[in-house]
């Protein structure tokens, strides 16, 4: 689904309640999840918004579907909580030497983004990811592993989804309620290392000695770094 940046938002009674600012995508399957819906008359703020919800869509134009849900209840859109999926497109075509000028301007679609949860909130948390990981996994350096499970090695290697490595496993962080994984610590570089928080629902598949990502290189690269909580 490709939806147009500025796209108007409609109730399914007809009024506008904003437009479309950002779609959140899958990290795995690359599939438009949610969209980010610009606050308008009804939207007291963005709201980031499920794409079950959509119904009737076209290149300027989205309209809700009908249901028992409260539309203020939904999400807000917070912008430390997502990361963008890839560059930014350019908002003017190239005009080479020679070329005429008139050149038409490219249909401007919604930047994808990547959801990046705050520590704390997981896949099965906030916008309801689903898991991406097939098996559970824990970071251990003994031999009595639970059935069912990966024995992750502390420091292994990460892999993007470009088959680029972009450093190594430091810490795993889990979910003190439910002792489920929600994010990785990885460190890249010798010296001075950089640390980057790597949520688990970023995961696509996991060896004892590899953790294979399912974005690639450069989403990584452009994370803020992470420093822990004094």
Known sequence: MELKRGANVYAPDGHKVGTIERVVLDPKTKEVTHVVVEKGVFFSEDKVVPISLLGPTTEDRVTLREGKYDFEELPPFRETEFVRAEAESPQTPEVRPGQAEEVSQPTLYAQPYYWYPPLGIGWWAGLTYPANVDSEFVKTTTVNIPEGTVALEEGARVVSSDEEQVGDVEEVLTDSETDRVTH??????????????????????????????????????DLPRYREAA
């Open 184 to 221: 990785f610590v990885i460190a890249e570089g010798l010296l001075l290392k950089e640390r980057k928080l790597i949520p688990a629902n970023w995961v696509d598949s996991i060896l004892e000695n590899r953790v294979f990502l399912c974005v690639p290189a450069e989403v990584v690269k």
